[in-house]
């Protein structure tokens, strides 16, 4: 079985499934309240379990506001990266964070496999909730949309 490092952007992750559940942009003008939890972590766990044994996990986000979710996460032994809002944009450079992450973890550690848990297409085709691995793209369980969407962009 394969060695994997899982990188979540949840931060992003949260805010597409927000935006799904609660209507476009509610993710946007909600952001800097508390979060309701709605990504289901277990799934998503139970899924790349199956891909291998997790050596690395990391989490980035802003978890002043994301705080419902820290035991959940930790339960699973996921670190918490806190990334802070930048501009005016709130705009909080995981993917930056994340990159630098991925490479000087793979620079250390060249037996295991990358996995990359997403909420937008910046680091996979389409607007869907997806973990990237070796360039196989997997819809994460969710809300019908999701799944819907996923199959039509596939």
């Given at each position: 079985?394969?060695?994997v490092a899982v990188y979540w952007d949840f931060e992003n992750i949260h805010a597409s499934l927000c935006n799904v559940r609660f209507?476009?942009?509610?993710?946007?003008?909600?952001?800097?309240?508390?979060?309701?939890?709605?990504?289901?972590?277990?799934?998503?766990?139970?899924?790349v379990a199956t891909l291998g044994n997790i050596n690395i996990n990391k989490a980035y986000g802003n978890w002043g506001f994301l705080?419902?979710?820290?035991?959940?996460?930790?339960?699973?032994?996921?670190?918490?990266?806190?990334?802070?809002?930048?501009?005016?944009?709130?705009?909080?450079?995981?993917?930056?964070?994340?990159?630098?992450?991925?490479?000087?973890?793979?620079?250390?550690?060249?037996?295991?496999?990358?996995?990359?848990?997403?909420?937008?297409?910046?680091?996979?085709?389409?607007?869907?909730?997806?973990?990237?691995?070796?360039?196989?793209?997997?819809?994460?369980?969710?809300?019908?949309?999701?799944?819907?969407?996923?199959?039509?962009?596939?």
């Amino acid at each position: 079985m394969d060695n994997v490092a899982v990188y979540w952007d949840f931060e992003n992750i949260h805010a597409s499934l927000c935006n799904v559940r609660f209507g476009e942009n509610w993710y946007r003008d909600n952001r800097f309240h508390k979060q309701p939890p709605i990504v289901d972590i277990d799934s998503v766990m139970e899924f790349v379990a199956t891909l291998g044994n997790i050596n690395i996990n990391k989490a980035y986000g802003n978890w002043g506001f994301l705080y419902s979710y820290h035991f959940h996460l930790q339960s699973h032994s996921i670190d918490l990266l806190q990334l802070f809002p930048r501009g005016a944009h709130g705009k909080n450079g995981a993917d930056i964070r994340m990159a630098v992450d991925i490479i000087e973890d793979l620079a250390q550690n060249d037996h295991i496999t990358v996995i990359v848990v997403v909420g937008r297409s910046r680091y996979a085709a389409g607007k869907n909730l997806k973990i990237v691995y070796n360039s196989l793209r997997c819809p994460i369980p969710g809300t019908i949309k999701q799944r819907e969407v996923y199959h039509e962009s596939s």
